[in-house]
């Protein structure tokens, strides 16, 4: 059924879809109209599930960790400082093998507080054994949600989605959501293979020493390894089943002959995409794309065969590694471990939800045409704000 839908609304209606038996929040912009349209839903009788407001985000994602651990399908999401008060909590969800399924709406991090789109939230969580796929529009977002929940279920491993703030959760478009049946078919009611139960004890999250701790951390990275393969096969799936559904763990556009390949995540692909065309059409530079939509696991292999024959890389994000560089490009240059590699240089842009242009895109690929050396850079500074003087 194809509707125009607010983003936050139309993940809603993806969760719903998905029959979760507890969702549970604790408001923050941008995520807020997420949670509040599944109350809305239970109070309605639209969602046949418990829905608990919590005191703190910290609440909110202890409490789908118990919901998890008794054996229920669980939801939440969050937003920018509530995903790091809930560090303590995501860690112990993954260490856990829950899986949780959780929308972050992605927005810069204090101080100084700033309530718009980057993504330092997601990236600052990156190593909690947490399964991250980037989404580019609302329908991807919500026929990725319908996924996350298939993939967490299967690996026994939480999946958190990231969606821009404002950028999509406060964006109408038209939205294609599955009939129930549809996915019930694709995603059968959640059967756990272990769970809390008064009846049959055991222990979860035991404390465990020196000696065998290490092997719980080797276990949980081996199945996050596997767990590309997974994503991969899950979205074939989907697609068969609904004829459209992501693209696996990257995306590549016009990379085949390019000299110049950019790559980014979330909804400024878009803009980047209309960019390269342009390029291509109006100047004949040979400039290619790559979507990340799987930022953990990373795509080591796929990166590396997408990037391998070109000249020079430009990583946009809207993060940074304070002292060293942006996040995703520190990933891109791991996966040429060992051997030579394409220059690939950092353009940090876009924090704090200052705009990215279609004309900064290019002028990102026509510097890296006439100078493909390695770079860190920030673009888009305001020269007014530069002098050391001004606070």
């Not at 950019?262 to 109006?282: F, H, I, K, P």
Request: hydrophobic share 40%; net charge negative.
């Amino acid at each position: 059924m194809r509707v125009m839908l607010e983003g936050s609304r139309a993940v809603a209606e993806a969760v719903r879809l998905c029959r979760p038996n507890l969702v549970c929040a604790y408001p923050i912009t941008p995520q807020t109209h997420i949670v509040e349209d599944l109350s809305q839903m239970v109070a309605d009788g639209r969602l046949d599930a418990g829905y608990v407001l919590a005191e703190s985000e910290f609440g909110a994602a202890s409490i789908v960790l118990g919901g998890s651990a008794v054996g229920g399908r669980a939801y939440t999401a969050t937003s920018s400082q509530g995903l790091l008060l809930m560090a303590e909590v995501i860690f112990n969800i993954a260490g856990l093998r829950l899986p949780v399924v959780m929308t972050c709406a992605n927005r810069a991090v204090s101080a100084p507080i700033n309530i718009w789109n980057d993504q330092q939230d997601a990236v600052s969580i990156r190593d909690s054994g947490w399964i991250q796929l980037f989404v580019e529009d609302n329908q991807e977002a919500v026929d990725t949600h319908i996924q996350a929940f298939k993939i967490a279920e299967e690996l026994m491993i939480p999946v958190m989605v990231c969606m821009d703030g404002y950028v999509l959760t406060h964006t109408w478009e038209p939205v294609d959501l599955p009939e129930q049946d549809e996915v019930d078919r694709f995603l059968p009611l959640y059967s756990p293979a272990y769970r809390l139960d008064p009846d049959d004890p055991f222990t979860m999250g035991s404390m465990v020493g020196p000696d065998a701790y290490m092997e719980t951390r080797y276990h949980v990275h081996m199945d996050m390894m596997e767990a590309r393969a997974v994503i991969r096969r899950v979205c074939e799936e989907y697609s068969e089943t609904f004829g459209r559904g992501g693209t696996g763990v990257i995306d590549t556009y016009d990379t085949k002959d390019a000299d110049v390949v950019l790559v980014s995540m979330g909804s400024v692909l878009g803009t980047m995409r209309d960019a390269v065309d342009e390029l291509r059409d109006e100047e004949g530079l040979k400039v290619g794309l790559i979507k990340v939509r799987c930022f953990r696991p990373f795509p080591t292999g796929a990166v590396h065969d997408a990037i391998k024959e070109a000249q020079t890389v430009g990583v946009i994000e809207k993060d940074i590694s304070l002292g060293l560089e942006g996040t995703l490009c520190s990933e891109m240059r791991a996966a040429f471990c060992g051997e030579e590699s394409p220059e690939i240089s950092s353009f940090i842009m876009g924090l704090g939800g200052r705009d990215i242009t279609k004309g900064d895109i290019k002028q990102v690929a026509r510097d890296l045409a006439s100078n493909p050396a390695c770079r860190v850079e920030f673009r888009g500074l305001r020269e007014d704000l530069m002098d050391g003087d001004e606070r």
